[in-house]
């Protein structure tokens, strides 16, 4: 498995498109994994990164200004992954920021998915 500081780095084009055909090859995986680890509790290693992602993306909004990045093009976005990747300490200090709502965020989904299942078995 591959470490966030791994899917940190700025991608090439090529590295792009396998990165596509590996996810879509294994779509069905991907999907089964997600679905279970839904129904538990996100350990603190993965809530701070759910709050490193938060604030990364803060940040992209901030630097892309109102624009989608889905709209720029290669050469654009590995300048952008690498402005982001320059500015680590920024996204660290936000993320901490961040990280109490994303642990009331899981609490509460948590809290529903115990509602619905009680609701279901009654």
Known sequence: MKTVEEF????????RIKRKQ????????I???REKAAKKKATPEKLKARAEAGARK??????????SKSDLSFSAKEKLEKKLKKKGGAI???AKKLLPGVRKKDAAKLQKK???????EA
């Open 114 to 120: 115990t509602e619905e299942s009680t609701i279901n």
């Open 92 to 94: 660290k200090r936000i």
């Open 22 to 29: 590996t996810f879509k090859k294994n779509k069905a995986k």
């Open 8 to 15: 940190r780095e700025a991608l090439t084009a090529k590295q």
């Open 58 to 67: 803060a940040l992209e909004n901030k630097l892309l200004k109102g624009k």
């Open 31 to 33: 999907m089964r994994g």
